[in-house]
């Protein structure tokens, strides 16, 4: 089973930017999709972005939809979320997730990290 550990989560102001990271371990990130999900306080686990296993097709949730990037570095076994023009809706915890299909859906994903949290002040 592949493992996920987060990072680059912090505080930053509106319209800024952060880039996440999320490096597996254990498998190639190249077997699976690879999502990003966030959660809010009492709020549901939200879908953010899939890049699929070909490391081509990209999915991205509505609210996103224009300012997150996702991508993948297969050498590194590394999938990025660039994020840009951020807002303080945007402030959760940011989960990777690798599942054996592209999925929007968060019970597609097996293997889960332990979440960055992402602050944006207004």
């Known amino acids: 089973q592949v493992q996920l550990v987060e990072s680059g989560g912090g505080l930053v102001q509106a319209g800024g930017s952060l880039r996440l990271s999320c490096a597996a371990s254990g498998r190639p990130v190249s077997r699976y999709a690879m999502g990003w999900f966030r959660q809010a306080p009492g709020q549901e686990r939200e879908f953010v972005a899939v890049i699929g296993s070909g490391g081509v097709n990209t999915w991205y949730g509505n609210s996103v939809k224009g300012r997150f990037t996702i991508s993948r570095d297969s050498a590194k076994n590394t999938v990025y979320l660039q994020m840009n023009s951020l807002k303080p809706e945007d402030t959760a915890v940011y989960y990777c997730?690798?599942?054996?299909?592209?999925?929007?859906?968060?019970?597609?994903?097996?293997?889960w990290g332990q979440g960055t949290q992402v602050t944006v002040s207004s």
């Open positions: 997730a690798a599942g054996p299909v592209t999925t929007m859906d968060a019970s597609g994903y097996g293997s």
